[in-house]
């Protein structure tokens, strides 16, 4: 199990670029898939991307596919999701979540993942 906290969430307007970061606690963070969903206000939450525990892959949702980039530094615990061109769609409460796959399998399924942040807010206006 892992803890995460999530940071780098604000207000932007449109077409601006956000990154978020996630820091896991825990000396088995790198045997670990990183995940990234997202809620909107009255959605259900939504895959966004993954990131196998070497980061050799990695996978993303359509709608981000080509602006979002999901990365990680194992040195440091953490997985970054750097977010361009933004639009108001993508207004959020975005959740770093992570699963223990050692054999490097990625997952966009909210229930293939034990441990979840907090969430961080992302505000994107027009």
Do not use: H
């Not at 825990?26 to 809620?39: A, E, I, K, L, N």
């Not at 970054?80 to 770093?96: G, K, P």
């Amino acid at each position: 199990q892992v803890q995460l906290v999530e940071s780098g969430g604000g207000l932007v307007q449109a077409g601006d670029s956000l990154r978020l970061s996630c820091v896991a606690s825990g000396r088995t963070f790198s045997r670990y898939t990183m995940g990234w969903f997202r809620q909107a206000p009255g959605k259900e939450r939504e895959f966004v991307a993954a990131i196998t525990w070497s980061g050799r892959s990695t996978i993303y949702a359509d709608s981000v596919k080509g602006r979002f980039t999901i990365s990680r530094d194992n040195a440091k615990n953490t997985v970054y999701l750097q977010m361009n061109s933004l639009n108001v769609e993508d207004t959020a409460v975005y959740y770093c979540t992570a699963q223990y796959s050692p054999i490097g399998l990625l997952f966009k399924g909210e229930n293939d993942y034990n441990d979840w942040g907090q969430g961080t807010q992302v505000t994107v206006s027009s």
